[in-house]
C-alpha cells in the first residue's frame, strides 16, 4: 500500500502540478486586476455582515469553517516540512502561492455560490455542482461524478489521518508514548491510542450534529486560536527582534537555487503552500456556497481573505519561530545521508510538529510544548470537522436523487475510522497520503475552474456586476445571472422569481 502511494505522489505532484498552481494563480490576479488587493477593505467589511438564515450561514461562520479547514496541521508541521525538505526559502515560495492563490480562492468559491442548491434545507455546493450545472449533458454529470469521487477519496479517506497524526504526535512529544500494545495495526502505545480515542469521540459528537453545529465550532474556536498562535509568535519575534534582518535575508536569498537541490525550495514550498491555504484545492468553495449572502462576489472575497489569514498570517507566525531560533535541520541528497544543516537532532521529525515545539520551548520552556500541542489539537480538530463537511456535500451530490441518510451515515464511519488510522501511523506515509488527495483534487479542479473561465467567464461577469454595483453606492446587492448571461444558476433564478412576486 505504501509503495502504491508513494508512486502515485511522485505523478500527481509532478512539476507540471507545482506550477499550475502559480500559473493560474497569477492568471485569475491578472485577469481580475489584483481583486486580492483592490477589495481588501471590502474582505474586512463583509467578514461581519450577519446574512446567515435557516438555510445557510453568515459569511464570517462560512469564513470559519473555511479557515478551520485552511488551518491545520500544515501550517504546524507542513512549513516546518517545507523548511527541512527545501530549506529557509520555501517559506518564499509559501508566500507566492498564497498571494496569487488568493485570486483562486475568489474565482473557485463565488462559482460555488453561483452555482448552488437548497438540499433539504440546507445550501450545498463545490466543485461538483458547478461542473455539472456548468457543463451540462452527460459530460457534466459524469466530471460532477469524478470530481465527487475524488473529495470522498481525498476528504473522506486521505486528508483527516494527517491532522490526528500531527495531534498525537504532538502530544505524545510531551507525555512519551507509553506502555506498548499489541493491535491489529501494530505495536501501539497506550499514550497513543488514549489520545486517538478521546479525538474520535468528540469528533463523533460535533459530525452528527450537522452544519449548524460545525459552524458554531469553528466560529468559536479557530479565531480565538489563530490570535494566541499569532501572539505568541510576534512574542518570540520581539524575544529575537536582532536576528529579523538575518532570518529575512535568510529566506529571500536562495529562492531560486534551494540549499536542498535546484528547485527544492520552490516545490516544496508551493506543495506545502497549497496544501495549507487549499486555494485551488476546490475545498473552500464547499464552505462559500453554504453562507447566506447577497452576491456570490461578497463570498468569493470573504475567501480570497481566509488565503491571507492561513498562510501570510499562521504560516508566517510558524517559519518566523521555526527560524529565528534556529531550531530546524534540512535534509540533503548528500551521498552520506548528512544534512545540509542540523542544528537539533537528526532523529528529529521532518514531517511534524517537532520543529515548532522546540522552537517555542527554546523561550518558554516546558509551557512552549504544551502550548504548540493544544494549538494542534484545536487546529487539527477543526479542520477534521471540515473535511467531514467536505465529504459530507459530496455523498449529498451523489445520492440526490435517492434521498437517503444510510450514506450520509456510513460516510461518518469511513472519516472516524481514517482518522483513527492516521493516528496511529508513521507520519511519513500518512503525509503522503494527505499529498495524494490534495493533488488529486487539485488537477480536477484547477484544470475545470480555467476551462470554465476561458468558455463563459462567469466570475469575472460577477466581480463586474459586483464592482458596479459597488460604485453605485447600492445599499442591498441583486444577482440575476439571467441578465449576465450565466446559465443554469437556478437558486439564483428562483429566488429572484420569489422576490419579483412579493
Known amino acids: 500500500m505504501e509503495s502504491v502511494i508513494n508512486t502515485l505522489n511522485g505523478i500527481i505532484w509532478s512539476p507540471a502540478l507545482v506550477y499550475l498552481c502559480l500559473a493560474a494563480g497569477l492568471f485569475f490576479s491578472i485577469i481580475t486586476r489584483f481583486m486580492q488587493v483592490r477589495h481588501f477593505k471590502e474582505m474586512l467589511r463583509l467578514l461581519f455582515a450577519r446574512n446567515d438564515s435557516p438555510e445557510g450561514i453568515s459569511s464570517f461562520q462560512a469564513l470559519s469553517v473555511s479557515l478551520s479547514g485552511r488551518v491545520g496541521m500544515g501550517n504546524i508541521a507542513g512549513v516546518a516540512a517545507a ?17 496569487l492563490g488568493a485570486a483562486t480562492a475568489y474565482v473557485e468559491s463565488t462559482l460555488g455560490q453561483i452555482y448552488k442548491e437548497n438540499d433539504r434545507g ?14 451540462g449533458g452527460g459530460f457534466g454529470k459524469f466530471y460532477g461524478t469524478l470530481v465527487a469521487i475524488s473529495f470522498l477519496i481525498s476528504c473522506g479517506l486521505f486528508l483527516p489521518g494527517v491532522q490526528s497524526n500531527g495531534v498525537v504526535k504532538a502530544i505524545t512529544g510531551i507525555t512519551g508514548e507509553g506502555a506498548m500494545v499489541d493491535t491489529a495495526f501494530g505495536n501501539i502505545g497506550t499514550n497513543t491510542l488514549v489520545v486517538t480515542l478521546v479525538i474520535v469521540v468528540i469528533l463523533g459528537l460535533i459530525i452528527f450534529g450537522g452544519i449548524k453545529r460545525i459552524a458554531r465550532v469553528a466560529e468559536f474556536v479557530v479565531p480565538f486560536m489563530a490570535l494566541g498562535y499569532i501572539l505568541m509568535a510576534v512574542l518570540i519575534i520581539l524575544f529575537n527582534i536582532d536576528k529579523l534582518p538575518d532570518v529575512v535575508r535568510l529566506i529571500f536569498s536562495d529562492i531560486w537555487s534551494a540549499q536542498a537541490g535546484f528547485g527544492a525550495a520552490i516545490g516544496w514550498g508551493i506543495k506545502r503552500g497549497v496544501y495549507s491555504n487549499e486555494a485551488g484545492q476546490g475545498t473552500g468553495p464547499h464552505h462559500a456556497a453554504a453562507a447566506e449572502v447577497q452576491h456570490p462576489a461578497q463570498q468569493g472575497i470573504v475567501q480570497a481573505f481566509s488565503v491571507y489569514v492561513d498562510t501570510l498570517f499562521v504560516c508566517s507566525a510558524t517559519a518566523f519561530m521555526i527560524l529565528m531560533t534556529g531550531m530546524y535541520n534540512i535534509q540533503g541528497t548528500l551521498p552520506d545521508g548528512q544534512f545540509l544543516v542540523q542544528n537539533v537532532a537528526t532523529d528529529t521529525i521532518i514531517n511534524g510538529p517537532a520543529f515548532t515545539q522546540m522552537a517555542v520551548s527554546s523561550i518558554f520552556g516546558h509551557f512552549g ?8 489539537f484545536f487546529f487539527s480538530f477543526t479542520t477534521i470537522i471540515a473535511y467531514y463537511y467536505i465529504a459530507e456535500v459530496n455523498v449529498a451530490y451523489l445520492t440526490r436523487s435517492m434521498k437517503s441518510t444510510a450514506a450520509l451515515f456510513i460516510i461518518k464511519l ?16 500518512i503525509w503522503t497520503m494527505g499529498d495524494v488527495g490534495a493533488g488529486m483534487t487539485a488537477w480536477l479542479n484547477i484544470v475545470g475552474i480555467l476551462v470554465i473561465f476561458f468558455m463563459a467567464k ?45
Open 369 to 376: 510544548n504544551i502550548f504548540v500541542a493544544v494549538a494542534v
Open 122 to 135: 440546507q445550501y450545498r455546493g463545490g466543485p461538483a455542482y458547478y461542473f455539472e450545472k456548468f457543463f
Open 83 to 99: 523548511i527541512g525538505f527545501g530549506g529557509p526559502s520555501a517559506v518564499f515560495w509559501m508566500w507566492a502561492v498564497a498571494f
Open 414 to 429: 469511513v472519516l472516524i475510522f481514517a482518522v483513527a488510522y492516521g493516528a496511529v501511523n508513521s507520519s511519513g506515509y
Open 458 to 502: 462567469p466570475t469575472l461577469l460577477a466581480l463586474k456586476d459586483y464592482e458596479a454595483q459597488q460604485k453605485a453606492g447600492i445599499k442591498k446587492y441583486t444577482f440575476d445571472p439571467v441578465k449576465l448571461g450565466i446559465k443554469n444558476a437556478t437558486f439564483w433564478e428562483e429566488l429572484n422569481k420569489k422576490n419579483a412576486q412579493k
